[in-house]
């Protein structure tokens, strides 16, 4: 949980605050002082939002967004858009790289 503080710049408390939370819910598993390891379904969680960011970083620098900015600005967006707008976004990227519009 320190380690999680210190990277996230968050105090302490709240990241074991959330830890918590995220026990409860099934996400990890958490023993106080003995670690965390994310469960089954949290695993899954983590691979989506992680595909996600990547669909939203690519597509970004598609338009020519350079990668830091693409990265941070995928950060920012990647929580408030519809599933619905992914998909369509997915396929787009998608068909984009099969009509070689793009550099892959």
């Given amino acids: ?28 598993n958490y023993e106080k002082y003995r670690g965390i390891m994310l469960t089954e379904e949290g695993i899954s969680i983590a691979k989506g939002m992680h595909e996600r960011h990547n669909l939203l970083v690519e597509f970004l620098k598609m338009i020519g967004v ?21 998909k ?11 009509n070689n519009k793009i550099n892959k």
Avoid: C
């Fill in 1 to 28: 949980a320190i380690d999680i503080s210190e990277y996230l710049n968050v105090s302490s408390p709240s990241v074991t605050k959330m830890v918590q939370r995220l026990d409860k819910s099934g996400h990890l």
């Fill in 66 to 86: 350079q990668d830091n900015i693409a990265n941070r600005d995928a950060e920012g967006i990647e929580h408030h858009l519809h599933p619905e707008t992914l």
């Fill in 88 to 98: 369509k976004l997915e396929e787009f990227v998608k068909a984009m790289k099969k």
